[in-house]
């Protein structure tokens, strides 16, 4: 899921912050090959939030591969898999986070191949729900799945031809984890960082000191090019990464200076920092707003009565 698309349209849009890249035209069903040993197939779910809709990647040459998020509980896209794994044998299925567009299909694919579920853990918040506070996001959280191997942060899993690192990047949701393809400085970076928009972050599922500390960790990565969760790849990561970080800060600096400007309620920021966004990504730019907020109150620049909500009202620190 993605936050704050600038544009509409498909070229790319430019802030001073990060460049965004939107001309990416998905093969829906379609195995591409995009790397030597990496097959990317994306699924019919085009969204607002999914952008051309979820990828799914199979990695591997020989005649065993793993599968990378097998995306939403979808027909069609439980075909086109089925039908680009061939005669292959499937070892491992991994899973970067649960969210609906990513992990359901697990549990079929699974059912059919008998491979192995891997992942950071099954779906947690990344804090406790507050007295009254209504998770906004639960229903895009698949809490039925389970892995199979828990992937402890920088644990391997050796495959035929491959070996596939977990690195844990919380933030987006509280078991996100990206895939290392050793050998290749490729990083599946699933929903973390994406080369069309930055990601929400939305509480309490989500959580933005976790997302921050998770960009730092990546720059002190020598990855080549990132293969993400919607969209086309990252390919200059390292200053793509710096541009996110400038992005959160420059946001970080609007909310304060709405705040500092009068403005205390969530809706009434939305408004004005995400006034050229698509409409229907507002809901969720508020939850954005949240997730600043909650670091900002935090680290003390401001102030709120009770823990910050989504109703709650903000004053300067
Ligand atoms: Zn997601």
Same mark, same amino acid.
């Given at each position: 899921m993605a936050d704050d698309t600038r544009t509409e349209d498909s070229t790319p849009s430019t802030a001073d912050d990060v460049t965004f890249d939107r001309a990416f035209v998905p093969a829906h069903g379609t195995a591409v090959p995009i790397a030597t040993g990496?097959? /990317?197939?994306?699924?019919? =779910?085009?969204?607002?939030?999914?952008?051309?809709?979820? =990828?799914?990647?199979?990695?591997? $040459?020989g005649s065993t591969? +793993?599968?990378?998020?097998?995306? *939403?509980?979808?027909?069609?896209?439980?075909? +086109?898999?089925?039908?680009?794994?061939?005669? /292959?044998?499937?070892?491992?299925?991994?899973?970067?986070?649960?969210?609906r567009d990513h992990s359901p299909l697990a549990r079929r694919v699974k059912e059919a191949t008998g491979a192995l579920t891997v992942a950071e853990g099954p779906h947690r918040a990344a804090r406790p729900l507050h007295a009254g506070e209504v998770n906004p996001f639960a229903e895009s959280a698949d809490t039925d799945f389970?892995? @199979?191997?828990v992937a402890a942060d920088g644990a391997t899993i050796d495959g035929d031809g491959w070996s596939l690192t977990s690195v844990h990047t919380p933030g987006h949701t509280a078991n996100h984890s990206a895939f290392a393809l050793e050998g290749t400085g490729i990083l599946f970076s699933a929903d973390h960082v994406m080369a069309w928009a930055t990601t929400i972050v939305a509480p309490p599922d989500g959580s933005m000191g976790d997302f921050m500390a998770s960009v730092e960790k990546l720059l002190t990565r @020598?990855? /080549?090019?990132?293969?993400?969760?919607?969209?086309? *790849?990252?390919?200059? *990561?390292?200053?793509?990464l710096r541009g996110l970080r400038t992005h /959160?800060?420059?946001r970080e600096r609007a909310i304060l200076e709405r705040i500092r400007g009068g403005d205390r309620l969530i809706p009434e920021m939305v408004k004005v920092i995400y %006034? $050229?966004?698509?409409?229907?990504?507002?809901? %969720? +730019?508020?939850?954005?707003?949240?997730?600043?907020?909650?670091?900002?109150?935090e680290k003390g620049f401001v102030a709120t009565d009770g823990p910050p909500s989504l109703v709650g009202e903000y004053r300067p620190g």
């Open positions: 990496v097959e /990317r197939i994306t699924c019919g =779910n085009a969204s607002p939030f999914t952008f051309t809709g979820t =990828n799914s990647y199979i990695v591997g $040459s591969v +793993a599968l990378i998020d097998p995306g *939403p509980e979808d027909d069609a896209h439980f075909e +086109a898999l089925m039908q680009a794994l061939g005669p /292959r044998k499937l070892s491992h299925i991994f899973v970067s986070h649960t969210h389970i892995p @199979d191997i @020598d990855d /080549r090019i990132y293969f993400p969760g919607h969209g086309g *790849p990252v390919t200059e *990561p390292r200053s793509f /959160r800060r420059m %006034a $050229s966004t698509d409409v229907r990504l507002h809901g %969720a +730019a508020a939850l954005s707003v949240l997730a600043h907020l909650e670091d900002l109150v």
